[in-house]
């Protein structure tokens, strides 16, 4: 299903008036061209949006005489101005985004969501209001605020291992078509195998597995600075080091306010309620997934300044430190059988993968194209005018089934289209998708890298960020046996269908050579009871991606703070559309009020099936503040 397809459905006239426009930034915009400052400077950068470069310590720890004492870190930032003056009594301040990963280039993420995240925050057209912005003195009009972690193109310097992009994009991309595939290790029979009169038996290796692990160390072993090709940033980018540079910045935001209001009104009671809070400055964030253990570490460290959390799609951040991985992911199976569910429900003109009424024949379609796989091989395609040849394999398959977690109205029946013809060996649709989805302008590449231009970053370097944030983050280091048995095997335990998928992407972790010198979560648990303000947690009650336990898991070590919960599926309880559950953050962020935890959001569609899905909430006539806010929510989905 389109995702304009979804206003079609409900029937929504979408046509509303909204103060500001966001679109895109400028396209002669390049962060090279603005000077980082140690104070928020903010600049016109096209679209509707102010960009700024603010520049902070390397190293939040170094002393005198440390050599890195003098080093900075230059954070990319974006801002979507509130839809009011920061004069204004209505005007509640900056809502900092993180999209998760860890490594996700918010900045990048502004054209596109700036509108909806903003509409979904502000009182759009609340109070009876005909416009935008309301008259009534409780409603409140915040700034959002895009900005890129240590490590993320656009800040600098971004994380890089690499000299040649050639060699980058051929190294990203090998490691990108690797899956593991159980056993790591097997007993084959000569004569049984393979009709030969060789009586003795070997231990064939897994093949993959060996590349997927000694690649991942020869890309990590050159990137410890102060060797000339290692990555400086690659020391200094924990999740405790983010944290604290999310301090200066809502530091940084009082004193700009200070300022503004001093150059803006006249008023002196205006500059007294707008005035800087030195080392007081609170904080509103907005996080998902890796998000949500940066904000709770943030509220664990600085539990004074939390005035509104809101936590997405919550990893147990226990675990995350620990390195241990499994919780996150124990309700991953059930979300894949809400594919074959829904598939089963749709019937064969809406669900290409539908094999008969029952979930139990879809999954062993599903389950007949992994079997052909393992015993006859990958599907050759030849190539036509329109594509080049190539096969589609096993791992290509399991990485398909692993996005089914993600955005299900995009991923459920995207995923039906191209698994379908594999029944009879059909990879054309597959191939063509796959092809779609990974091809590399090799033209645009630049001729070297320089962590210190974003211009030069490769998209696939988000991969590559996220891996050395993670890894650093966590003391565990293990050898490829010690992986096998302490962390492979519990996935496979954990789940059936995405078990492989979750070892093969944790790989790296294991043999990264730099742990942070300052990772707060190894020494202190990530926990406090006395936040200023309420957390609002918030999960589907099928991520399985960010189980539900583990938001109730954080929820309790935030005594007081709130769960919503939202009868979906996919990652984060905004993957599908729920009126509910917007309406719940929304009020979290005006008012500060949580939700009833005796009730669950139910979700205004479901993959396949739209409004007319099990459980659903039909939506009816809406109020003009309903309408705006139901845009907003379908805006984000992803």
């Known amino acids: ?113 700036a509108q909806p995240l903003q509409t979904m925050f502000d009182a759009a057209y609340s109070y009876g209001s005909e416009s935008y912005v309301s008259d009534h003195p409780d409603a409140r009009y915040f700034d959002v605020i895009f900005f890129d972690p240590r490590g993320v193109p656009n800040s600098t310097p971004w994380h890089s291992c690499f000299q040649d992009p050639v060699q980058f994009e051929l190294v990203a991309e090998q490691t990108a078509a690797l899956q593991l595939q159980w056993p790591p290790e097997v007993n084959v029979s000569y004569p049984h195998a393979y009709g030969v009169s060789v009586p003795e038996t070997f231990l064939h290796r897994n093949t993959d597995f060996d590349l997927l692990w000694q690649t991942n160390i020869a890309v990590s072993r050159g990137c410890v600075w102060p060797d000339p090709k290692g990555s400086i940033i690659a020391k200094y980018s924990s999740t405790a080091m983010v944290a604290r540079d999310l301090v200066e910045l809502a530091e940084r935001h009082g004193q700009w306010r200070e300022r503004q209001a001093a150059v803006l009104v006249a008023d002196h009671a205006t500059q007294h309620r707008l005035r800087w809070q030195h080392g007081e400055e609170p904080l509103q964030v907005s996080m998902i997934s890796y998000g949500t253990t940066l904000g709770a570490t943030l509220a664990a460290m600085q539990p004074h300044r939390v005035r509104r959390f809101h936590l997405d799609g919550v990893m147990d951040a226990d675990q995350y430190y620990a390195g241990t991985l499994t919780g996150d992911e124990i309700d991953a199976d059930a979300a894949v059988e809400k594919f074959f569910e829904y598939c089963a429900l749709a019937g064969p003109d809406s669900c290409a993968m539908w094999a008969g009424n029952t979930s139990a024949h879809t999954r062993k379609r599903l389950e007949n194209i992994y079997d052909d796989l393992r015993h006859n091989g990958p599907i050759p395609v030849p190539g036509t005018s329109l594509s080049d040849p190539d096969i589609v394999t096993l791992s290509d398959v399991k990485r398909q089934v692993l996005r089914l977690l993600y955005s299900p109205l995009v991923s459920f029946p995207a995923t039906a289209e191209v698994l379908s013809p594999l029944t009879y060996r059909n990879g054309s649709a597959f191939a063509a998708a796959k092809q779609a989805a990974s091809a590399t302008d090799w033209a645009s590449l630049p001729v070297s890298f320089d962590p210190d231009d974003p211009a030069t970053a490769p998209s696939a370097q988000i991969v590559f960020a996220g891996n050395m944030i993670q890894a650093g983050d966590t003391a565990a280091r293990l050898t490829q046996s010690e992986f096998v048995k302490e962390r492979w095997v519990p996935l496979r335990k954990t789940s059936k269908w995405t078990g492989d998928q979750w070892a093969s992407a944790y790989t790296p972790i294991f043999t990264w050579p730099i742990i942070f010198g300052w990772r707060y979560g190894d020494k202190h648990a990530i926990a406090s009871n006395v936040t200023a303000h309420p957390i609002l947690f918030a999960s589907n009650l099928y991520d399985g991606v960010t189980s539900l336990r583990s938001a109730q898991k954080m929820q309790a070590a935030f005594p007081g703070s709130g769960l919503l919960v939202t009868t979906g599926e996919g990652h984060t309880s905004r993957a599908e559309p729920s009126l509910c559950n917007a309406r719940a953050i929304r009020r979290y962020f005006q008012s500060g009020a949580l939700p009833d935890e005796s009730k669950q959001c139910l979700v205004n569609a479901r993959p396949f099936l739209g409004d007319e899905g099990p459980s659903t909430e039909k939506l009816g006539d809406l109020t003009r503040e309903d309408q705006a806010l139901y845009e907003a929510i379908v805006g984000q989905l992803h």
């Open 1 to 113: 299903m389109h995702l304009s397809a979804i206003f079609f459905t409900f029937g929504l006239a979408l046509a509303l008036e909204s103060q500001h426009n966001y679109t895109s930034l400028a396209s002669d915009f390049f962060w090279t061209n603005i000077t980082a400052t140690a104070e928020l400077e903010y600049h016109d950068c096209g679209g509707g949006f102010q960009c700024a470069r603010l520049q902070l310590p390397l190293d939040w720890n170094a002393t005198a005489n440390s050599s890195t004492y003098s080093e900075v870190f230059k954070m990319a930032i974006i801002r979507a101005p509130a839809q009011v003056s920061i004069t204004d009594p209505r005007y509640g301040g900056q809502i900092i985004m993180n999209f998760g990963g860890p490594g996700a280039p918010a900045t990048e993420y502004a054209g596109a969501f």
